[in-house]
Nanobody
Framework: QVQLVESGGGSVQSGGSLRLSCLAS????????MGWFRQAPGKEREGVAA???????VYADSVKGRFTVSRVNAKNTLYLEMNRLTPEDTGVYYCASTAGYSGAYNVSRLIASGMVPVGREYSFWGQGTQVTVSS
């Protein structure tokens, strides 16, 4: 059974930093593409960043230059380093994973095209971790 568990959320002041982690279990983690999403109150979920099995990455314009996504396959873990946080970054952050070769390939193609996957490409989702940034 695939499980994704996020951690590292919390409350910080504007300009601060947080590092989110997503621990994956129940499958061969290194073969799949992963992503981070967030949802602010009253807003739709948005893709923040994605990382394929080779470590290629893509970012939403709103976080480019401030957030860094990375993965350590030996630890089955995906990270999101978030710097220079603003109140607009407040929301629940979710990690997601593809399933199977085609899903990983589709996300990899989007990353190569500079496009952040919107969510339907992923099959597995974590429960989310809250990030609150105060001004």
């Amino acid at each position: 059974q695939v499980q994704l568990v996020e951690s590292g959320g919390g409350s910080v002041q504007s300009g601060g930093s947080l590092r989110l982690s997503c621990l994956a279990s129940g499958y061969t983690y290194g073969s799949y593409s992963m992503g981070w999403f967030r949802q602010a109150p009253g807003k739709e979920r948005e893709g923040v960043a994605a990382c394929d099995a080779l470590g290629n990455t893509v970012y939403a314009d709103s976080v480019k230059g401030r957030f860094t996504v990375s993965r350590v396959n030996a630890k089955n873990t995906l990270y999101l380093e978030m710097n220079r946080l603003t109140p607009e970054d407040t929301g629940v952050y979710y990690c997601a994973s593809t399933a199977g070769y085609s899903g990983a390939y589709n996300v990899s193609r989007l990353i190569a095209s500079g496009m952040v996957p919107v969510g339907r490409e992923y099959s597995f989702w974590g429960q989310g971790t809250q990030v609150t940034v105060s001004s």
